[in-house]
């Protein structure tokens, strides 16, 4: 059942973490603390397992894994002597990493990116590949006409300039090559009509979007709680500062808007309303890998009286991505040999706007996800 794992961004910091984890995961130097399919009630219920996967991936950059490593011990993200102990490993995975295939065309460059896939799957003896966007949040794209038609998408991508994003011509590239695709950041991805077409065609399922670590996760339990007890919730601000890659990339006003409608999806979709309020990200350079987040909440409670409450996240979003795209990889994959096709709402635990009609709040979203493990394990029998 050995799987591969093809990273977008393959030398970031979420990247590499992954990375790292995984391998010392394997090699029984650590624990798997982070990754939900090692809990307690999903432990050993999905197959391929962490020790099963095989790494690849896509990068623009050309930065040595080992040295990335260095960088993220460096900066607190990753124990030095985990990062110093899986070395060998990691220069394995450096020959599986690819630079990003640019064509004179979107649909050469898509073919281009098809066949490192198809490489990487035959020299490893893959059973399946599945394909992950961990690479920067793209701005949301101008509508055109070929997106809601895979005849016309086809056709335009032959044409010269960009029909589609990076992220959906990665997962248009994925999808052709019998991958399925994964989009753990809030990029257009395979959210896009023609390509739920191109999935289903293929009999290939995919996920997204924006994956949930940090304030959101924390929106995601409090904001039921307020709709439970029938407080009605009257403004709700949030002030997110980032360092690193992710927040120099979000200081771009599309990334930025991008990310910030994300992260908002989850109040309108509990709470039947949208607060007073906003989520503003502001990038702060000393933060490094880190980020902090503050949130005011004011409510109305019994003859209306008024009420706040505050909260402050402070975490590592490498650290606490990285488990959470492991857990996405072997539940794709398990879905995939399940023989699903199209999107997998039952994922939306792991991320911030997921895909589909689904519930919002955290519990409801685990009860759904327990349900689609055991529909997935391989000793349930219906």
């Keep these: 059942m050995r799987t591969g794992a093809w990273l977008l961004g393959a030398r970031g910091s979420v990247a590499v973490t992954s990375l790292i984890g995984a391998l010392a995961i394997r090699a029984g130097l650590t624990g798997p603390t982070g990754c939900v399919l090692e809990s307690p009630a999903l432990r050993e219920r999905v197959r391929p397992g962490i020790g099963d996967l095989v790494f690849g991936g896509h990068d623009v950059t050309s930065v040595p894994l080992e040295k990335k490593a260095a960088e993220l011990a460096g900066a607190g993200v990753v124990p030095a002597a985990l990062a110093l102990a899986v070395k ?34 035959r020299r490893n003896d893959l059973d399946r590949v599945v394909v992950v966007n961990v690479s920067t949040t793209e701005p949301v794209p101008s509508p055109h006409p070929a997106h809601g038609s895979l005849d016309a998408l086809r056709a335009a991508l032959s044409e010269p300039g960009a029909v589609l994003p990076p992220s959906s011509l990665a997962a248009y590239a994925a999808l052709t090559a019998g991958c399925p695709y994964i989009d753990f950041t809030p990029s257009t991805g395979a959210r896009l009509p023609a390509l739920d077409a191109l999935a289903r065609e293929h009999g290939l399922p995919y996920a997204g979007h924006d994956g949930k670590t940090g304030e959101t996760l924390v929106k995601s339990v409090l904001a039921p709680m307020f709709a439970q007890r029938n407080l009605k919730v009257r403004t709700w601000s949030g002030v997110n500062l980032l360092g690193g890659g992710d927040g120099a990339n979000l200081v771009r006003p599309g990334a930025n808007a991008a990310k910030s409608a994300s992260k908002q999806r989850v109040l309108p979709e509990t709470l039947g309303y949208l607060p007073q309020g906003e989520t503003r990200i502001d990038y702060l350079e000393d933060l490094g890998d880190f980020k902090t987040a503050w949130d005011l909440v004011t409510f109305e409670g019994f003859l209306g009286t008024g009420m706040r409450m505050e909260f402050t996240w402070h975490g590592c979003d490498s650290a606490l991505a990285a488990p959470l795209v492991l857990d996405l990889v072997r539940l794709t994959a398990a879905a995939h040999r399940a023989g699903r096709a199209g999107p997998l709402p039952e994922l939306a635990f792991f991320f911030k706007d997921p895909l589909g009609e689904v519930p919002h709040g955290l519990a409801e979203q685990w009860r759904v996800l327990c349900d689609l493990v055991t529909a997935l394990d391989p000793e349930h029998t219906p």
């Design 88 to 121: 060998d490993d990691l220069a394995a995975v450096e020959q599986q990493v690819r630079p990003l295939p640019a064509a004179a065309t979107q649909a050469a460059t898509a073919a281009a990116i098809a066949a490192d896939l198809d490489r990487f799957r």
